[in-house]
């Protein structure tokens, strides 16, 4: 608004100025001021023709071009009138008066047309390209360094999804007065891209006006958008950089601005991060393992550990598979950083077959009353292929389906419910078992264990780290033992490390116990071993065995 030569200006519903341009000032003065009527500034408005125009673009009426009352030898004055998210933009033209007024109002509608965003009313991207380049070129001297701000909605197509594309439209058209309103002098809103806005703040001391924005920015989202009556929250991650510091053009400026962004949304969303370049090494770093991870199973680099279920005291009733990755020059990396870079390339439908395939056939090296527990990914299950491949594999690696243990946690259940169901359904019918993992540490809705009968359910070590000193803790397994013993589910600790724990989880009857003080993750030709050995391991032997290591 500071920099534009346009006459233009905002009103909100009540017809108060909210936003204008230096220019419209240097012309009106004192009038031009934060909440003046529009009358003030436009005193034609209350003229009957005007006033009936106006009000009819404000009532969601097409934009129009309305000349303005004049004396006799003045300009032609007119003003092109539009709807914006919550009431009107104006824009003044002063052109001769010789000029027609259809020649004026084609002009006006095509300039705003090619510099501002049909649906928010906010300048669109080719202007905020000519912005942002005209911003670098001024840095210098006395001129403080230019912000760009990149804004992006925090599960916006879950809105789309769920209550249409209109109300992701109207939506967009709220997030973008909200973005206008949270706006000083020197500072000026452009939508990007679908659900993407970019601010470009000049002229304030940095970085602490660019903080001070992106917080109110960050602040203006947490309240609803409510949309045909609904409710609806989105939030907003915004990327900071500044220039000439991370960028001397538009494009290393904005790649730093997203790569900020990208920080943004990694640490949690509804939240503002400052361009460095630790950042850039990191995503680099993440490209990096990405390329090397769609090499990585046709490589022989995945394997799996295995790490023992006991019933206690001491038997071992099976192991549950844990995929690894051996990179040739990072060593071992977590599943924890790659599993996500798989599930988000569409990498895991293949990866988890190859898991399922060999865990399976290592259980077959094992005494047959012993089961293997895999862990399934949410991905899979997007698939829509989950219960064919299972059946498939267990068809040619031969092993009997109630020796399988197929591991889910709740954020399965979250997406596409009622298709999960059915999944998980068809694979019980197949005499596959089936294990809620992490229980207690997402929703732990009820209606899960009403809907499905789940074979065990899996206590996170969460509630097992502390389990000896803290009552709440105690309470929390305790109950959770008692509910799936009642619905007739077997309970499994996660997370057991020592005998202290152990004791306890035994004396509150849970049926399988999980952990390095029972058993540490093993290489598949170790598991034989352990196996030999389990039956004469008693608590004091496992106490014994973990002090000697």
């Known amino acids: 608004m500071a920099n534009t030569t ?5 009103y909100d519903s009540d017809f108060r100025l909210t936003h204008y341009a230096a220019r419209l000032k240097r012309l009106y003065g004192g009038a031009v001021v934060p909440g003046a009527a529009i009358w003030e500034i436009y005193p034609s408005f209350l003229d009957t023709r005007c006033r009936d125009e106006f009000l009819r673009v404000f009532q969601g009426g097409s934009a129009a071009s309305i000349d303005l009352p004049r004396s006799s030898g003045e300009a032609l ?3 092109f009138v539009f709807g914006t998210a919550d009431g009107v933009g104006i824009i003044e033209s002063r052109e001769q008066a010789e000029r027609s007024a259809a020649q004026e109002q084609e002009h006006m509608i095509l300039l705003h047309q090619a510099t501002h965003d049909v649906l928010t009313g906010l300048q669109n991207r080719r202007r905020f390209g000519e912005r942002l380049q ?3 070129a001024a840095i210098g001297g006395s001129q403080p360094k230019a912000a760009l701000l990149q804004i ?3 599960d916006f197509k879950a809105v789309n999804d769920t209550l249409g594309h209109g109300a992701g439209d109207t939506l967009l058209q709220l997030a973008a007065g909200r973005i206008r309103d949270a706006l000083e002098d020197g500072e000026s809103a452009y939508r990007y891209a679908g659900d993407e806005f970019a601010v470009i703040q000049l002229g304030k001391e940095q970085p602490a006006e660019a903080e001070r924005l992106a917080t109110s920015l960050v602040n203006a989202f947490k309240d609803p958008f409510v949309i045909n009556g609904i409710p609806v929250f989105v939030g907003s991650s915004i990327g900071i950089a500044f220039g000439p510091e991370h960028g001397t053009d538009g494009e290393q400026l904005m790649k730093a601005a997203d790569i900020a962004l990208y920080a943004a949304k990694t640490d949690g969303r509804g939240c503002a991060r400052t361009f460095n370049r630790s950042m850039l090494l990191l995503l680099e770093q993440r490209e990096n393992l990405r390329r090397s991870l769609r090499t990585a199973l ?3 680099e995945l394997y799996l550990d295995y790490q ?7 038997s071992v009733i099976g192991f549950e598979a844990l995929l690894r990755w051996r990179h040739p020059e990072i060593g071992i990396i977590p599943p924890g950083v790659f599993i996500p870079i798989a599930e988000a390339d569409g990498l895991m439908d293949e990866i988890g077959r190859w898991v399922l395939e060999q865990a399976c056939r290592q259980a077959l090296a094992w005494p047959s009353a012993l089961t293997v527990a895999v862990n399934l990914s949410p991905a899979q299950f997007l698939s829509g292929s989950l219960t064919d491949t299972v059946a498939q594999i267990i068809d040619a690696v031969g092993i009997r389906a109630e020796r399988l243990e197929l591991e889910i946690t709740e954020t399965v259940l979250l997406e596409k419910t009622i298709d999960n169901i059915d999944t998980l359904n068809t694979l019980n019918v197949l005499g596959i078992r089936i294990s809620l993992d992490d229980f207690g540490t997402y929703y732990s809705s009820l209606s899960y264990l009403k809907n499905f009968p789940f074979d065990t359910l899996k206590i996170d070590q969460y509630f097992i780290a502390d389990l000896e000193t803290d009552l709440k803790s105690q309470t929390i397994v305790r109950s959770i033992i008692s509910l799936a013993h009642g619905l007739g589910i077997s309970v499994t600790a996660e ?4 005998s202290a724990q ?3 989880l035994i004396k509150e009857n849970c049926d399988y116990l999980q952990g390095n003080f029972m058993g540490r993750p093993l290489g598949s030709e170790a598991t034989g071993d352990f196996i030999r050995r389990s039956p004469a391991k008693g608590l004091e032997a496992m106490e014994e065995s973990n002090r000697a290591r």
Not at 6 to 10: A, C, Q, R, T, V
Not at 495 to 498: C, F, K, P
């Open 6 to 10: 346009e006459l233009l200006s905002f």
């Open 77 to 79: 004055r007119s003003v």
């Open 134 to 136: 005209q911003a670098l």
């Open 152 to 154: 992006d909605l925090d």
């Open 298 to 300: 046709e490589r022989g």
């Open 308 to 314: 023992p279920l006991i019933r206690p005291p001491s």
């Open 495 to 498: 997370g057991v490390e020592t």
């Open 502 to 504: 152990a004791r306890w």
